[in-house]
């Protein structure tokens, strides 16, 4: 089995709560190693059990948080941030959104995404289009964003252009990503700051009081 898994065989387009979240992480694989696969933690996963190989028909699949805390540390640290904010979070309320959902060197992001494994690659399209769909909701419904990573969703690239979804500052409920505060520390600092925001914790509230939404159709 381990000969034959690869950097492709694990793609999550999201994670954590599709229907009613009341904060939304964009982000797109930070935590994967695709030159060695058995450090990434859904490997980990996968041998526990806990994840399955891609699965090319089915664009929804994901993982939960609660999953993911356990074999990864950066997203135990980072839970850590929103269960202890003022509106005690749960793992449950959280959801991340993939722009895309493969581990890539960051040496050859530009050339893998937005050249010929993006052209190719009929999955990720789809869990982008997706992943943009449930986006929109959560601006219509004001639901916390707070951007880990730029990506594809503020701006596209040449023919490979993605439509952006994102301005920046164009919501007081959107954490917009910043390029000089983009390591660790500043990301923890910055997600802490985001959620003892009056205006974030106000809407949180509102959100829990009328919790029937769907940002996917099921």
């Not at 089995?1 to 999550?12: A, C, G, Q």
């Not at 190989?53 to 929103?82: A, C, G, Q, R």
């Not at 701006?155 to 979804?165: H, L, N, V």
């Not at 919501?171 to 205006?199: C, N, Q």
Request: contains cysteine; glycine residues 2%.
């Amino acid at each position: 089995m381990e000969e034959k898994l690869n950097k492709y065989d694990f793609p999550i387009g999201r994670i954590g709560n599709t229907k009613n979240p009341v904060l939304i992480i964009l982000l797109e694989n930070q935590n994967s190693d695709p030159n060695n696969y058995k450090l990434n933690p859904e490997y980990t996963m996968r041998i526990a059990g806990e994840l399955e190989p891609k699965d090319k028909e089915n664009h929804d699949k994901h993982m939960e948080i609660e999953t993911v805390v356990k074999y990864d540390k950066w997203w135990f640290d980072l839970s850590h941030i929103w269960k202890e904010s003022v509106s005690k979070i749960s793992n449950d309320e959280v959801l991340a959104l993939e722009y895309y959902p493969f581990a890539t060197a960051n040496s050859d992001k530009e050339k893998e995404i937005y050249n010929s494994k993006w052209e190719d690659n009929s999955y990720a399209k789809k869990s982008l289009e997706i992943n943009k769909e449930i986006l929109k909701n959560a601006l219509n419904y004001n639901i916390p964003i707070f951007v880990y990573y730029k990506s594809g969703w503020y701006e596209g690239r040449d023919k490979y252009a993605i439509e952006p979804i994102l301005v920046q500052c164009q919501s007081k409920f959107i954490s917009d990503y910043k390029p000089r505060g983009a390591v660790p520390s500043a990301i923890r600092k910055r997600l802490r700051e985001f959620l003892s925001e009056s205006s974030i914790k106000n809407q949180i509230c509102k959100l829990r009081e009328n919790p029937n939404y769907y940002l996917k159709k099921k």
